[in-house]
């Protein structure tokens, strides 16, 4: 027990000046970090920046460490050797070596019976955690062996002490006197130091990826737009037709889509789809899925063979499993008859002198679901002043904090009371009423809209 209570007495007395003076340069150190002054030189071509920096850092650090050590039977105890190994694992061991001079010379010029010693360990102990990092770089990342190779500096740095320090009696004793307190919370301040510094270098790579990528789909989402048709005021150039289009992602980039072209001179198409999921994923299959039903269209005289196909070629390349929902029509201008074939997809609404219902029909499978499947389509014979109104599920689906849908009675109602005389301001007023519906709430649903008005 007087061995014990000796080992529990010298940690009362001498951790706390110790655990003090490693507290400042662990701050200095997490400053360092947020900075990524460090990442920064590593990254550089000009690495003797890098050396020169971290022999500089180390250095002051190990002055630091003497200034605010404590005397003990003639020899200064501190935590200076933590700089020449910080240095040593960032700079490599010339860095190290540099920072243990400095720090060595500076514990040389404060005297004592244990200064020389200290000089030759500081400076070997530098040299060594370079020469480690450089052997097994990943290894000084790991807390534990952080903690176990600076464990083994301080016992080696006691071992220089007791080789060196004449008497041999007087340099037990101090050895005696510090072994246990001096080498855990040395081992314990590099340890940290380590976390601290690899911690915050991480977190600035982290943000850096996230712009990025950030970044990436800003680009993304541009090109998504780009590849809609530019629905104007005079598009498509018919008049018997008014046309306006709208897609808001969720995301960055989604899924959603709509789709306006002439299959020959008396007939146009448009199309509005929802692909599964989210994001560039989503996007991509978004443009596959496009291209290919529009080529389709235009090169198979019947709609449902037309559709078919395309399912067949999507389900053809469909590594990610992907999946996509699409409502098609074909409008002959000279006769106003409304040829359709729904996938899966939501069913439109038409406002047929005043009143608004929705255009009901047996629908085939989601598109790249199954192949070999047929597709049946649908005629529908329209008037003058006819409303068609595309959709995609985010618009019935949006939803208030409290998780109430907009639903397709709203949407029914609104479409009759819009009372609009172009496409864009039926557009308008639908996307009005669920803004005023959701009342600010985030949606987690894209949402895409197309309207044709015959005039």
């Given amino acids: 027990m007087g061995e014990f ?26 400053f360092i970090g947020t900075r990524n002054a460090v990442g920064k030189l590593a990254a550089s071509e000009e690495t003797w920046k890098l050396v020169a920096a971290m022999s500089v850092l180390g250095g002051v650090f190990g002055i630091y460490g003497n200034i605010s050590g404590f005397e003990y039977n003639g ?3 501190s935590v200076r050797d933590i700089g020449p190994m910080l240095a040593g ?3 490599g061991p010339v860095s190290g070596l540099a920072a243990g001079m400095i720090a060595g010379l500076h514990r040389l010029m404060l005297g004592g019976i244990t200064a ?4 030759v360990a500081t400076c070997c102990i530098g040299l060594a955690c370079g020469l ?3 052997a097994k770089p990943a290894a000084v990342e790991r807390p534990l062996w952080a903690f176990l190779i600076s464990a083994c500096m301080e016992t080696f740095h006691l071992c220089v002490v007791l080789a060196m320090v004449r008497p041999f009696e007087q340099a037990l004793e101090i050895v005696k006197g510090i072994a246990v307190p001096f080498v855990i919370v040395n081992a314990l301040g590099f340890m940290l130091m380590v976390i601290i510094i690899h911690y915050t270098r991480r977190q600035h790579e982290l943000a850096l990826e996230r712009s990025r990528m950030q970044s990436e789909l800003s680009v993304a989402n541009v090109i998504q737009h780009s590849l809609l048709p530019h629905i104007g005021k005079d598009y498509p150039g018919r008049p018997e037709l008014d046309v306006g289009a709208s897609m808001e992602a969720a995301k960055e980039v989604g899924g959603d889509f709509y789709d306006v072209f002439f299959v020959d001179k008396e007939r146009l198409a ?14 991509m299959f978004m443009a596959t899925a496009k291209i290919t039903l529009q080529n389709c269209i235009r090169d198979i005289p019947s709609l449902a063979d037309a559709i078919a196909t395309a399912n067949d ?6 590594e990610a499993e992907m999946f996509v929902t699409v409502w098609v029509g074909v409008l002959n201008f000279i006769t106003r008859e409304l040829t359709f074939v729904s996938a899966g997809h939501n069913p439109p609404v038409l406002v047929h002198r005043g009143g608004a219902e929705f255009l009901k029909v047996k629908s085939g499978l989601v598109l790249a679901g199954m192949e070999g499947i047929r597709y049946r389509e649908h005629n529908r014979s329209l008037e003058r002043g006819d409303t068609l109104f595309l959709y995609t599920d985010g618009v019935t689906e949006a939803e208030t904090a409290a998780h109430e849908l907009f639903g397709e009675e709203r949407l029914l109602d609104c479409l009759e009371e819009a009372g609009s005389p172009d496409a864009s301001g039926t557009i308008d007023a639908v996307k009005a009423a669920v803004e005023e519906f959701v009342n600010g709430n985030s949606q987690s649903d894209d949402m895409t809209v197309l309207c044709v008005k015959l005039l």
């Fill in 313 to 318: 070629a999507l389900c053809s390349r469909n």
């Fill in 75 to 77: 020899a200064v105890i």
């Fill in 89 to 91: 694992v960032m700079g």
């Fill in 132 to 134: 480690i990092s450089r």
């Fill in 270 to 283: 448009f199309v509005v789809g929802d692909v599964s999921g989210k994001g560039i994923p989503a996007a």
């Fill in 116 to 119: 020389q010693a200290c000089v």
């Fill in 5 to 30: 209570g000796q080992i529990l007495t010298q940690f009362n007395t001498m951790v706390p000046s110790l655990i003090g003076t490693l507290a400042v340069i662990l701050l200095v150190a997490a």
